[in-house]
């Protein structure tokens, strides 16, 4: 592993830190108790330490990829301890690896008795060394700074012998096979470290972690690399282990099998808590005829025609079946929508029925995860929606550096800019604690490069390539590289002054389009040689050329250094952006009522959580109100209860009746998990029949615990997001917040700061 240093690049403190001296001999005087905040400028792999001769009382370490430290938490992880004393060095020490993923860090002083000096602050950071053979460029510069970021977070999570899957110590810190599927798709295209690639795929091929995908998602990761390397010998090795693998979905197909997880997002029912909701089950239907049909293809180029004819039928026998029904996408979501057209079996009818249906909502064609957007974007793609495609990244993974972002996410919404301040404490969600360094996320990266770019293999091993850049409406040019083991493949494009240049290395051959972006193209020149206009003219290292709406193409182009210009004609069409729409009206927020509801909120009906005790609410419901459900993940599946104080004349707690007397009751229902810590519920409201109508939550920090929640808003049939994500805070006094909608509806209540998720009353109003 090579190891190197990072200084902060930001520092600050209270007054008790004196750093007027920092820059110059890099020392900061400590007068007295305070915290410190140093920024490293991005997140690492790393500890942190510093060094003093003459420390003095308690001190204590903290670490954090945002810019909070995570105290919501008590054991998972923990973030904050009494450093190791090493001579005069002082060091966090975590766990037994030592190193996390770290943005923030900060020395709390506890006690004081005399001045004493902190030099030395420092990351040490630990990475495996890899260089960037891989390079992407556009005229986007947020696309840019996307493929390199995805990159930059894989290789964070190269430990020494495999990928990990996320540098926070959750127990995760292993490498995940159908993680590491997106990881190592953009480690081939970035590092070209096909070695390393190989040697995680044998230390993967016989783990699933028990979820049923992953071990298709390692079967795509391998073809993924056969693809990319020709390593025929590796994927002959494997050939029982994905038959095994192959054969036990078709054996469980259709029974509706328990999948444990397919994805965060809350269609694919949130992560642990419903894996086998329809929509996960379909997609993970679509993704075993995927996994058929490419193993099939691959088994094909090795002459097993045995194998090619047993899972190209497997993968036809059950899309015909599926086909019985004409309608078969319409319950369908995004997830399972993707799935399918990635399987490559859908007609032009179908990919643009399936587009309509569920591509067309700026809000929801973006999934909660990363990656599980790897494979709606395969899916833009595959249907040549390359502008709709760049959007939704934009939205997702550009979201995410807007925010502050110097490494991927686990999960994000990108309404989540609006509420969290840059560099902020994130939502935790259904996951417990979101890393912000997740390789899982950078899937991203090969996709621009072999969609934008469009490098990509059509034989094992590059022996022959194709180059079908996709600039779309909005990019004016693209370059970059990608490393093969036969060597650099090269290309750019630029749409303004026509100018055009790619490699082809020795052994290879490649079919190069060169972009039309709906317009025309009436000339193009290698080294000032006319051989294209309208027709072919033969050139040495060309065996000829054609056009069609999308490119002119050249066909198998030698090997070579190539450098073209071409001549245009007319305008490339503006591209226009979604709006983003939300179904349900978010009202506002109430810090001032705090338990007086009468009068103001529920002359409709109401629900006051576990008022009476045990679990007891005391409720009024209205007509159009058939039922609330509450859920969380362990136990019973239901929050649980907490009575702060009986019989109290305290203000802050909700009011018996709309008549706002005393004496009142202060509860609440709240969520954790074993490990006591604060963790995500629902309340689910079902209506009887389409009606509009207003909901107000009531939440109360009661306890003083420092409670910051963030409230998720979801269609309750559909699951999509219904509402930006809004926050709660200083809600000591108690807080209101209020929706409008006309379904039925389910709220996530998700902590970001203080221990343990609350809810203290439901209010129902008619419209205004």
Same mark, same amino acid.
């Not at 942190?48 to 430290?69: A, T």
């Not at 001549?567 to 927020?589: M, N, R, W």
């Not at 420092?706 to 006094?733: M, W, Y």
């Given at each position: ?5 990072l200084?902060?690049?930001k520092i ?35 500890w ?5 001769s003459?420390?003095e ?5 903290s670490?954090?990829?945002?810019d ?7 054991n998972?992880p ?5 450093p ?12 037994p ?11 709390h002083?506890?006690?004081?008795s005399?001045?004493?000096?902190i030099s ?11 260089n960037?053979?891989g ?10 700074r ?8 894989v ?6 012998d495999?990928?990990g899957?996320?540098?926070m110590n959750?127990?995760?810190?292993i ?6 599927h997106?990881a ?12 390393f ?7 993967t091929s016989?783990?699933?972690n028990?979820?049923? #995908? /992953? ?6 990761s $391998?073809? *993924?690399? +056969?693809r990319?390397t !020709?390593?025929?010998?590796? %994927?002959e #090795? /494997?050939i029982?282990n994905?038959?095994?693998? $192959?054969? *036990?979905a +078709?054996?469980?197909? !259709?029974?509706?099998?328990? %999948?444990l997880?397919?994805?965060?997002d809350?269609?694919?029912g949130?992560?642990?808590?419903h894996?086998?909701l ?13 996994a ?8 094909n ?14 993968a ?16 369908y ?7 399918a ?15 309509k249906?569920?591509f067309?909502?700026?809000v929801?064609?973006i999934?909660?995860s ?6 709606v974007i395969?899916a ?16 997702l ?17 990108p ?5 969290i301040a840059?560099n ?5 969600n ?5 890393s912000l360094c ?10 621009l ?7 990509k293999?059509?034989?094992p ?6 180059i079908?850049?996709h600039?779309?409406r ?6 970059g ?7 650099e493949?090269?290309?750019s494009f ?12 020795a052994?290879?051959k490649?079919?190069i ?15 000032d ?7 072919y003219?033969?050139?040495?290292g ?7 709406d999308?490119?002119v ?32 009206t ?11 509801w ?11 959580c576990?008022y009476?005790g ?24 239901l929050?649980?209860n907490?009575?702060w ?10 009011a ?14 709240y ?17 009887k ?7 107000t ?8 615990k ?11 049939q559909?699951?999509?997001l219904?509402a ?16 409008e ?9 998700n ?9 203290s ?8």
């Amino acid at each position: 592993m090579e190891t190197y240093i990072l200084k902060p690049v930001k520092i600050s403190g209270s007054k008790s830190f004196d750093m007027k001296n920092y820059r110059s001999n890099d020392r900061i005087a400590v007068n007295g108790m305070g915290d410190i905040r140093f920024d490293f400028g991005r997140v690492s792999a790393a500890w942190v330490e510093f060094d003093s001769s003459d420390l003095e009382g308690e001190v204590e370490m903290s670490i954090s990829e945002y810019d909070q430290i995570p105290v919501y938490a008590t054991n998972y992880p923990k973030r904050t301890l009494k450093p190791v004393k090493r001579g005069n060095t002082y060091r966090l020490e975590l766990n037994p690896q030592l190193y996390e993923g770290v943005r923030f860090g900060w020395i709390h002083v506890r006690s004081f008795s005399r001045p004493w000096n902190i030099s030395g602050i420092r990351l040490v950071c630990q990475i495996r060394p890899t260089n960037y053979n891989g390079s992407f460029n556009c005229s986007d510069t947020m696309l840019t700074r996307i493929w390199y970021t995805g990159a930059y977070t894989v290789k964070l999570n190269l430990l020494q012998d495999h990928f990990g899957a996320i540098l926070m110590n959750r127990g995760d810190r292993i490498s995940w096979t159908g993680d590491a599927h997106p990881a190592q798709a953009a480690s081939m295209v970035a590092f070209g470290n096909y070695d390393f690639v190989k040697q995680n795929l044998v230390h993967t091929s016989t783990q699933s972690n028990g979820i049923r #995908s /992953y071990a298709l998602y390692w079967v795509l990761s $391998l073809l *993924d690399y +056969y693809r990319y390397t !020709g390593d025929t010998a590796t %994927l002959e #090795s /494997y050939i029982d282990n994905v038959i095994a693998k $192959l054969d *036990d979905a +078709y054996k469980v197909y !259709g029974t509706n099998p328990d %999948l444990l997880f397919f994805g965060w997002d809350e269609r694919l029912g949130a992560g642990f808590e419903h894996p086998n909701l329809p929509e996960p089950q379909n997609g993970y239907k679509m993704l075993s005829i995927r996994a058929w049909k490419e193993f099939a293809s691959a088994m094909n180029q090795l002459d097993r025609k045995d194998l090619f004819d047993k899972y190209a039928r497997y993968a036809e026998e059950k899309m015909q079946a599926i086909r019985k029904d004409e309608a078969w996408y319409r319950s369908y979501g995004l997830h399972a929508s993707a799935d399918a057209v990635n399987t490559g079996y859908l007609t032009a009818q179908e990919q643009h029925a399936v587009f309509k249906q569920s591509f067309t909502n700026r809000v929801n064609r973006i999934s909660y995860s990363p990656f599980n957007q790897y494979f709606v974007i395969q899916a833009f793609s595959a249907m040549h929606q390359y502008d709709d495609g760049l959007d939704a990244i934009r939205d997702l993974w550009g979201g995410q550096i807007k925010y502050g972002g110097t490494t991927f996410f686990e999960n994000y919404r990108p309404s989540w800019n609006a509420i969290i301040a840059k560099n902020g404490a994130v939502p935790s969600n259904q996951c417990g604690f979101t890393s912000l360094c997740h390789p899982w996320g950078a899937g991203v990266t090969k996709w621009l490069s072999e969609e934008i770019l469009g490098i990509k293999p059509t034989s094992p091993g590059f022996e022959s390539f194709q180059i079908m850049p996709h600039l779309g409406r909005t990019l004016t040019y693209v370059s970059g590289a990608v490393p093969t083991l036969k060597g650099e493949i090269s290309a750019s494009f630029n749409l303004l002054s026509g100018k055009c240049s790619f490699s082809v290395p020795a052994g290879t051959k490649g079919t190069i389009g060169i972009p039309k972006v709906e317009k025309r193209i009436k000339a193009l020149h290698v080294n000032d040689v006319l051989f294209w206009d309208g027709n072919y003219h033969s050139i040495e290292g060309i065996s000829g050329a054609y056009e069609d709406d999308e490119f002119v193409y050249l066909k198998d182009v030698q090997p070579g250094v190539y450098n073209l210009q071409v001549q245009y004609g007319g305008v490339t069409p503006k591209h226009s952006v979604l709006p983003e729409v939300f179904p349900a009206t978010y009202i506002g927020k109430d810090y001032s009522t705090g338990g007086n509801w009468g009068g103001t909120y529920g002359k409709d009906g109401y629900e006051l959580c576990n008022y009476d005790g045990d679990g007891k609410h005391r409720q009024r419901l209205p007509d159009y109100i058939s039922s609330i459900n509450y859920y969380k993940i362990f136990g019973n599946n239901l929050p649980l209860n907490k009575t702060w104080r009986i019989n109290t004349t305290d203000k802050r707690a909700l009011a018996p009746s709309s008549a706002n007397g005393f004496p009142r009751n202060a509860a609440c229902i709240y969520s954790e998990d074993q490990d006591q810590i604060g963790y995500t519920f629902t309340s689910t409201i079902n209506i009887k029949e389409p009606k509009r109508y207003r909901v107000t939550l009531y939440f109360l920090d009661w306890d003083g615990k420092g409670r910051k929640l963030a409230v998720e808003a979801f269609d309750a049939q559909t699951s999509e997001l219904v509402a930006p994500v809004q926050v709660i805070e200083h809600c000591e006094n108690g807080a209101y917040i209020t929706f409008e909608y006309n379904r039925s509806i389910k709220f996530r209540i998700n902590p970001i700061r203080g221990l343990t998720p609350v809810l203290s009353g439901i209010f129902f109003d008619a419209t205004q």
